[in-house]
């Protein structure tokens, strides 16, 4: 558990103010790579890897409300991980996401 965490499976990620409109930064919660991404207000966390063929999700581009793999340009839905471009079977997790005292808390299973 993380220290002062909302609940045990929340994790501090990130200070709210180092993400702003319509960027994106990848974090490690607990060995795994999650692509933060701030898009027209809204926080949104997801798999950083890309089913295909391990893309940074987090390197991409935004298109609307997805993000666009940089490798071969699948495209997934922020809020869901759905494809919106690509092979409907292989999306990405999503995680929710708090904001809590300036810093964003990512939602993760804890491993033990």
Request: include cysteine; charge should be negative.
């Amino acid at each position: 558990m993380n220290a002062e965490s909302p609940s045990p499976s929340f994790y501090s990620v990130l200070d709210e103010s180092a993400l702003t409109d319509n960027s994106m930064e990848i974090v490690e919660v607990q060995g795994r790579r999650i692509a933060l991404i701030k898009r027209f207000g809204k926080i949104y966390a997801l798999d950083n890897t890309c089913p295909h063929l391990g893309g940074s999700l987090g390197r991409g581009t935004l298109k609307g409300v997805a993000v666009i793999c940089p490798l071969h340009h699948w495209t997934f839905d922020l809020a869901t991980g759905g494809v919106v471009e690509g092979v409907p079977d292989e999306g990405v997790a999503v995680y929710e996401v708090k904001v809590e005292n300036g810093k964003i808390w990512v939602n993760y299973p804890s491993l033990t």
